[in-house]
């Protein structure tokens, strides 16, 4: 318990040194779970898509539908601070352990040191979330 909490906190003072030296970059996946290290994509951020838009969402994060060409996807933001980076990166190793067809698939994680941002990449439903389907 004690490593792992000593490894949050670092991860947390790389994420608020990248935006004065990049090169901390390297080191940041190393706080991610091991499981999802391949989902890490250190050259992506929102700017990277084609177009964004916050949604109108029942949801402590924002939620984004971004576009890549003709692809949709959304977006899940946490905001840095210990306990969302934390549920962040417990969040997306849940959903990837998950597999599952009836559990949405995470693509990617990445970060954006100018919006002092964790994001999580998913598929884009059309017919909307969790909660749309559960009140129809």
Not at 32 to 38: N, T
Not at 43 to 53: V, W
Not at 123 to 128: A, H, K, L, V
Request: with cysteine; net charge negative; proline share 5%.
């Amino acid at each position: 318990r004690g490593a792992e909490a000593a490894m949050h906190e670092a991860t947390v003072q790389l994420v608020h040194l990248e935006q004065d030296f990049p090169e901390v970059v390297i080191n940041l996946w190393s706080g991610l779970p091991a499981e999802i290290h391949h989902l890490w994509r250190p050259e992506r951020s929102l700017k990277s898509f084609d177009s964004y838009n916050l949604l109108p969402v029942d949801s402590r994060n924002r939620v984004y539908k971004v576009e890549d060409g003709d692809k949709c996807f959304a977006v899940k933001e946490y905001t840095l601070n210990n306990t969302r980076l934390n549920r962040c990166f417990r969040e997306a190793a849940l959903l990837h352990r998950m597999r599952h067809p009836r559990v949405v698939e995470i693509l990617a994680i990445f970060e954006d040191p100018g919006q002092n941002a964790f994001y999580i990449q998913m598929p884009f439903y059309e017919d909307g979330g969790v909660k749309e389907w559960v009140d129809r």
